[in-house]
């Protein structure tokens, strides 16, 4: 039974674009202002159960695409894990992590990171869905990720 990604939460200070280039759902998420940042809200995207594709080397359609500023990377399914692919210095490099469950559903949490040698990376969390966090607005209250179990805990990802 295939995973999905079922919301995407942006506290990066960019705008967020999701892109699954397999299933065609597109989204962008605004990043959260000043005044919701003091709220403890964060932005997100309604949930929509999406499903995950499987990584193919042979076949470019079957990933995600997510960009932010001069920022993307490509995530799909490999071996039961999230996989990861980003540039840096112009290279292509891959990361998996995570133990993935048939037919769980998932949400990712990007946020800013600096660099040691200076500019920003991105740090992603992910998280187990549960019914509780579905959402139909654009922003999330904070507390609401404590009662969601982490599944992967950040992911610093130094991408271009």
Known sequence: MPVGIMQVLNNLNVPLGYRNVESELFFIIQPPTSENR???LLATSKSVDDTLPWYNPD???????????NG????SEHNAQFRFDYQVNKTWHSKSVGKLSNGARYVL????????QGGLGVEITI???????RTIGTHISRDL??????????IFLPVE
Do not use: A, M, N
Request: aromatic share 16%.
């Open 38 to 40: 003091k709220d403890r």
């Open 59 to 69: 076949d470019d359609t079957r990933h995600i695409w997510l960009l932010w500023g």
């Open 72 to 75: 993307s990377l490509r995530l």
């Open 109 to 116: 949490k990007f946020d800013p990171y600096e660099k040691t």
């Open 127 to 133: 998280f187990r869905y549960k019914d509780l966090f």
């Open 145 to 154: 990720l404590e009662q969601l179990d982490t599944v992967v805990d950040q």
